[in-house]
């Protein structure tokens, strides 16, 4: 099993800037790949970013290239999410997921965190 727990949201103002964190735990050399995912209120999970822990490949969604990075730090198996220049139509719970693939489909992590909300004012 692997724990994921999400920190670092909250309430910004459009054009602010926030980092989100994922800690995992447990058997997480069964992973391969950590993405985040939102979902906003009425709205299917979608995709935003995921990284490879080994060689830190990532793949983005198209609606923030440019504006968030996703890193991580292999020795505190940590992954962020650095979230710039956010909008309004950021705003949603954002989840950490962990996987077997690099993919940007739900389908393709087997572990998921409670998720953390963040909003964004116009």
């Known amino acids: 099993q692997v724990q994921l727990v999400e920190s670092g949201g909250g309430l910004v103002q459009a054009g602010g800037s926030l980092r989100l964190s994922c800690a995992a735990s447990?058997?997480?050399?069964?992973?391969?790949?950590m993405g985040w995912f939102r979902q906003a209120p009425g709205k299917e999970r979608e995709f935003v970013a995921a990284?490879?822990?080994?060689?830190?490949?990532?793949i983005y969604a198209d609606s923030v290239k440019g504006r968030f990075t996703i890193s991580r730090d292999n020795a505190k198996r940590t992954v962020y999410l650095q979230m710039n220049s956010l909008k309004p139509e950021d705003t949603a719970v954002y989840y950490c997921?962990?996987?077997?693939?690099?993919?940007?489909?739900?389908?393709?992590?087997?572990?998921w965190g409670q998720g953390t909300q963040v909003t964004i004012s116009s």
């Open positions: 997921a962990a996987g077997s693939v690099l993919v940007n489909k739900p389908p393709g992590y087997n572990y």
């Open positions: 990284i490879t822990w080994s060689g830190g490949m990532t």
């Open positions: 447990g058997r997480t050399s069964s992973t391969y790949a």
